[in-house]
């Protein structure tokens, strides 16, 4: 069974252009990820995904 989302649509969509927007400041995507998925209360995975889903 899969868990009710835990992030409003409102917030996906910032944390995947904060990625977006600071990808140019870390060495790659990844990076990136890690350094943003704490500051929103998520897994870098998580992060990962919800950029690709969009």
Do not use: D, T
């Not at 969509?13 to 704490?38: D, N, T």
């Amino acid at each position: 069974m899969r868990k009710s989302n835990k992030f409003s649509p409102e917030v996906r969509e910032r944390a995947v252009r904060m990625v977006q927007e600071h990808r140019g400041e870390y060495p790659s995507l990844w990076a990136a990820i890690e350094s943003i998925a704490p500051k929103i209360g998520c897994v870098p995975q998580h992060l990962e995904r919800m950029g690709q889903a969009r």
